[in-house]
């Protein structure tokens, strides 16, 4: 008798700067290589959509879609959208790019997502994203705590981790003082929420240099996209994503 081969899952991480996009296998192997097209700017929901759609052509057969989002999305409906244009206030993406695309679809924050795709599942486990913006996860035995936005919070003189560790600080100081900025943050929030372990993903992660505490772990980047697999493990449940969902720890091949 033949294996069962099970859904095959487009999972599309949107950023500020790019949106990437790679297929899944039923245990959330990636299935194809990752794809990346230049986030539209404007990035008003007609111009993101139409990426969505090149992306899916590009990867072929699928038969769901996970998509993480850059932003608060509380029960399908997008809250925040700093990196993305405002027009996507109100906006049910879920429903946008089920039409688009004929497909079932979940959708979380991004944060969240490269969360689930990180987390052991024990303890305080804290996921700081670094790209165009500042995004966060927060995590307690694998649970998912709702709506942490850090990279809005303030970090020093009236500045958010946003403003000061964002894609364009980074490139207005440069590495170096990116870096000992990155530090400082790392101090706090670890004094802050006292994770068991702090966890640095997205795209500008691979610019963290040396001298961390051996509590923070540098994630990879495909993790925003890998994730996706998690919003599908209740399937029998309704839309919308994973918030509160309680996590089986992954496994030991993983950071922990």
Known sequence: MRARRGPTTLALDIGGSGIKG???DLHGRPASERVREKTPHPA???AVLRVVRSLADRLSAHDRVSVGFPGVVE????RTATNLHPAWIGIRPSARIRALLRKPVRIANDADVQGLGIVAGRGVELVLTLGTGIGSALFLDGRLIPNLELGHHTFRRGRTYEDLLGD???K????KRWNRRLRRAVEI???TFNPRRLYLGGGNARMVGRGLPARVVVASNLAGL???IRLWDDAASAEPGPRGRRLQPRSASNPT
């Open 22 to 24: 790679m297929l899944l």
């Open 44 to 46: 008003t929901p007609a």
């Open 75 to 78: 029960n399908g409906v997008v």
């Open 168 to 170: 364009r600080a980074l």
């Open 172 to 175: 207005r100081i440069g590495l």
């Open 189 to 191: 929030l670890l004094q």
């Open 226 to 228: 890998l994730g996706g």
